[in-house]
Structure formats: structure tokens, C-alpha cells
């Protein structure tokens, strides 16, 4: 039985406003009735879609059922509304023969059922091809063009500008641009885009989006030669992609006000270029420090992997790969070899869920809430329950500091406890300052600009953090207080901040508190972690308890 599918596209809203859906479908309605005598058919539409592929949701649709022999006519209005891409419809009309299916353009009067229609079709298709890379080629000379004069193309207007109608160009936003001046006199002085991104969103500034800040958010604010008053066009390829050879950049210095001066902009640069090279070397000296080194045992033969470099990336950065000492050594062991980067996302992040619960009501907390909150994170994608959980939610409601503290655990030696009482008492200092602070930005007449508020009440918790890590240091050499104390007390650290409050990546860890660190912190923990063909089986942590994981068959 004959039935036909009609495919309808536009690609703009103008077009979608103009009724040229109804248009369409109508007339090819009509001609499916009393042209080709089908009265049975489906129509699919997607508007607002390009023709440059074949990434369109009806579309794929579509093309399905007809692979499922559901239609024997496709129907379109012209042939450009299914692809404008040669190479896209030669591929899609090969399979339309395939499957036995006519293709009809009615615009074009022809269809494929005769050899001259097919022909047709071919002749067509290289005109539609050519004529769409011939506008492509006007388009972006008329652009070139335009941006040589100095006039704005359409991009996201960067933060610290607002656009401007009358003059169609982004002119300084007088709030945004106290950000941008704060962001380059800060790394100026303390060479960090960590710093500045713990700064701006502990004081909730937000980006032009209204997001949280990031390191790379604020490496392209430095990198962006905008703020200098350098219009820079033809940079990169479309999307964010590659950059392009330097002879093919349009560039325009003094085009437009400038915020940042420039030989500010330059030394922040050079200080960014600086550290570019300092965590490259970082990376190179720190990579012999293997963080799992001596815990990670394999599921399959019992005997440990042993550790080894991975190639460097780009950056210089090498992570560890952990191998099978039985498969190395040709023992029949099939056990795969496991980067840092998985075994160090699913334990850390696993860590990190353990601290968070911390803030749940314990009366609240059921079996089924707390293996949901355990197994938060895309690393868990694949895993659906732990089989101790009953023992690590006894754990959590009988004996919380248990769950992080040794077994052979010692009292504090008295030293301990001076030195901690001492700490203590300055913690509760700068703390008492930090309200008043507070109290006279926000209720004092006195004008405390924004700017001095942030950096007064930066080196106040600057201190409470170097305090509160005295404390961890103090707390970490008594044995007492060797895990759950330190956990517990380093949220203020970078380490332990990131750990709690940010998805882990294993490589923007190691860069920012390196090997060493975390080695230390895993070994405080951690027993023993095996693993089985690139997945966590179990870990046993130094108090006893063990987590295995029940991963999809």
C-alpha cells in the first residue's frame, strides 16, 4: 500500500512568520492527493532548522521509518529543504533507492521514478552546492570587511561593555567595569585566577550569564585583548574552534574605549604566560608521585598494580596508569590497565558525597536516601548500590566520627591541646572582626566603596583560612585527630574546598594542590582499593569498613 511522507523545513523565524509552513504543507498535501493519487500520508516538520546537514529531529524521525519500509514517496517542496549539503543528500538518496522509496521535489517538477527525473536531480544538486558555498565566500568577505573598519559582526558582549544602539557597538558598562578592573589588579598582585574565582564568588559577583565564576572564565577575561581597546575578528574558527595563523587576523589597537590600560593588560599576560610554564614543569616534577601507588590491588589475581607514567598531554601534564604485575609479567592475568583520572574521580568523589552528608538530618536519613547521596556524580553512572549500606548508615547514626577515624585511635598529647586552645581563641578574633566588617559596609554611614569592602574582608578570611589550617596541621600530627578532624576542619583549605564543593577533575587537582597532598590525604584513609576491568570493585578504609560496588549486568 502506497503512502507518502511529506517533509516540510524552514530554517529562519522570518520565514516560519510568513506562513511558508501552511504554504508548504498544503501544496504538497494536494499533490500527493490528486497528482500521485496517495491519501494516505504523514507530514513532519522542523522549523527553524539549517539545511547544511541532516541533524534535524522529524527528519531522523522520518528517515527511519523509511529504512522500516513504512513509506513508499517522499515528498518535498524543494530540494534544498532536505539538505543543501551534496555529499548529505547523495548519501540519503542512495538510501532511498535502497529501500524503495520515490523521492518527489515538487517545486522542481521531477521525480526520481524516471532517469531523466534522477538525472535531473544530480544536476541540481551541484548548482544547490556550489550557490551555497559562493554566499558562504560573500558573507564572510562582507564580514572581513566590515571588521577591518571596525565595526562589530555580532558576538557575546563581554562583561564590563553593554551595547550601545546608536553606535551599534558595545560601549563600558559603569557597574560590570569595577569587576573587570578588580579581576586584573587582583591577579596583578596575588598571580592566581584561583584566588580571584574563590574572591568574586564567596562574594557573589556574578558573570555576564549570572553564573559562578571559573579559572578558565577569568583566563579569557586576561587573555581578551577587548579590555585594552583591541578589536581582534577572524581569530578562531567558527565555534570556538582552532586558533588561525596570525597573517589571516584582522586587529584594530585604540578602536574603541578602552578599561583596562595597556601595560596592565600586558603584565597580567606576561604573568599568565609565567605561570603557564611554571605548572608545565609542575606537572613534569610532580609526575613521578604516583597518588594510589601501594592500594590499588587487582580483582582478578589479588596482586597489586604497580604504577607507570601515561604520555604527556599537551600541557605536560602525565597522569598515572596503573598495570597488573601478573598480566605484566605475562601470567595469564587479563586485568586492564586503569588511569589516576578513574580511579581518582570515583574515590575522591565518593570522599567528598561521605563529608556532604554531614549537612543531612540523620532522622531523616533512610537506606534509600543515603546510597542516593553516596552515589552522586557521573563517575556512578553505572553503578546501582553499595552492599554495605546498612553498616555505613549504622556508621553515620551511632558513630559519625567513626566512619573517617582509626581503629588504634590515641588520646592528644597536652601540647596538642594548648597549641589547638591558643589557635582557637585568634580563629574567634578574626571571625568577631569579619561581622564588624560586615556591620559597617552594610549599615554604617561611612561610604566604604565595594572594592576596599572585598579586599578588607579578603585578608580577614585570608587569616581565618591560614588559622583553620594551623588548626588542621596541629590536629593532623596527633593521631587522635589524624582523619575525621581533618576533614572535617580542612573545608577551608583549597584542597578540601575543592573537594566538597566542586566536581572532581583529577587534573586541575593535582595543579592546583599537587600530588603530594592528595597522596597524603588518600593514604590517611584508604586500605585498599581493587579494581576489575576499569571499574572500582570495593574500597576498605583504614577504620574497616568496606564499600562494594553492584554495577549494571
Given at each position: 500500500m502506497k503512502k507518502s511522507a511529506i517533509y516540510?523545513?524552514?530554517?529562519?523565524?522570518?520565514?516560519?512568520?510568513?506562513?511558508?509552513l501552511p504554504l508548504q504543507k498544503q501544496d504538497m498535501i494536494n499533490y500527493s492527493k490528486y497528482v500521485l493519487g496517495i491519501d494516505n500520508y504523514e507530514i513532519f516538520q522542523d522549523a527553524g532548522y539549517s539545511g547544511k546537514n541532516t541533524d534535524r529531529p522529524d527528519f531522523q524521525e522520518m528517515f527511519k521509518r523509511i529504512k522500516e519500509g513504512e513509506f513508499s514517496h517522499l515528498l518535498v517542496w524543494k530540494i534544498d529543504r532536505i539538505s543543501r549539503?551534496?555529499?548529505?543528500?547523495?548519501?540519503?538518496?542512495?538510501?532511498?533507492?535502497?529501500?524503495g522509496c520515490t523521492f518527489i521535489s515538487k517545486n522542481e517538477q521531477f521525480d526520481t521514478s524516471s532517469a531523466m527525473g534522477e538525472a535531473m536531480l544530480k544536476i541540481i544538486l551541484v548548482f544547490a552546492e556550489l550557490e551555497r558555498k559562493l554566499t558562504g565566500e560573500r558573507v564572510t568577505s562582507v564580514m572581513l570587511d566590515r571588521a577591518s573598519k571596525g565595526l562589530w559582526n555580532g558576538a557575546p558582549i563581554p562583561l564590563g561593555y553593554k551595547w550601545d544602539k546608536e553606535i551599534k557597538f558595545p560601549v563600558i558598562d559603569d557597574e560590570e567595569k569595577n569587576t573587570i578592573e578588580l579581576i586584573f589588579s587582583e591577579y596583578k598582585e596575588n598571580k592566581s585566577t584561583s584566588y580571584i574565582r574563590n574572591l568574586l564568588n564567596s562574594n557573589n559577583i556574578k558573570t555576564k550569564r549570572k553564573g559562578s565564576w571559573t579559572t578558565k572564565t577569568i583566563s579569557d577575561i586576561i587573555r581578551n585583548p577587548f579590555y585594552k581597546g583591541t578589536y581582534r575578528y577572524n581569530y578562531r574558527e567558527p565555534a570556538r574552534g582552532k586558533k588561525k595563523k596570525e597573517n589571516e587576523w584582522i586587529v584594530l589597537e585604540s578602536n574603541h574605549p578602552y578599561i583596562i590600560p595597556t601595560d596592565l593588560w600586558e603584565e597580567c599576560n606576561k604573568i599568565m604566560d609565567e605561570n603557564a610554564k611554571r605548572n608545565n614543569a609542575k606537572f613534569r616534577d610532580n609526575s613521578k608521585v604516583h597518588i594510589f601507588s601501594g592500594l590499588v590491588k587487582c580483582g582478578?589475581?589479588?596482586?597489586?598494580?604497580?604504577?607507570?607514567?601515561?604520555?604527556?598531554?599537551?600541557?605536560g601534564f602525565r597522569p598515572s596508569l596503573y598495570v597488573c604485575k601478573s598480566r605484566y609479567n605475562g601470567l595469564g592475568c587479563t586485568q586492564k590497565t586503569i588511569s589516576e583520572n578513574i580511579v581518582g574521580t570515583f574515590v575522591l568523589t565518593l570522599i567528598s558525597n561521605m563529608i556532604n552528608l554531614s549537612n543531612i538530618n540523620k532522622k531523616k536519613l533512610s537506606l534509600d536516601l543515603l546510597e542516593h547521596e553516596l552515589l552522586k556524580g557521573k563517575c556512578f553512572d553505572n553503578v546501582i548500590g553499595i552492599k554495605e549500606i546498612e553498616d555505613i548508615l549504622a556508621s553515620l547514626l551511632y558513630a559519625p566520627k567513626n566512619l573517617f577515624t582509626p581503629q588504634n585511635k590515641n588520646e592528644k598529647s597536652n601540647n596538642g591541646a594548648i597549641g589547638l586552645n591558643s589557635l582557637s581563641s585568634n580563629l574567634k578574633k578574626y571571625e568577631r572582626a569579619l561581622e564588624k566588617l560586615d556591620d559597617l559596609y552594610l549599615f554604617d554611614e561611612a561610604d566604604m566603596s565595594k572594592k576596599d569592602y572585598f579586599l578588607k574582608k579578603q585578608k580577614i578570611e585570608n587569616n581565618i583560612t591560614e588559622i583553620r589550617k594551623k588548626i588542621d596541621e596541629t590536629a593532623i600530627t596527633d593521631s587522635s585527630y589524624h582523619n575525621y578532624n581533618f576533614i572535617l576542619n580542612a573545608a577551608t583549605l583549597e584542597f578540601s574546598r575543592k573537594l566538597i564543593s566542586e566536581k572532581i577533575n583529577m587534573k586541575s587537582l593535582i595543579q592546583d594542590v599537587g600530588r603530594d597532598l592528595i597522596k597524603e590525604f588518600v593514604n590517611i584513609l584508604i586500605n585498599k582499593i581493587i579494581v576489575k576491568d576499569r571499574q572500582i570493585i570495593s574500597l576498605e578504609f583504614k577504620n574497616g569498613l568496606v564499600t562494594t560496588f553492584i554495577y549494571n549486568s
Open positions: 516540510v523545513r524552514v530554517s529562519t523565524n522570518h520565514q516560519i512568520d510568513k506562513d511558508s549539503n551534496l555529499l548529505d543528500f547523495c548519501s540519503m538518496y542512495d538510501d532511498l533507492k535502497k529501500y582478578e589475581c589479588n596482586n597489586n598494580l604497580y604504577a607507570k607514567q601515561d604520555k604527556a598531554n599537551q600541557d
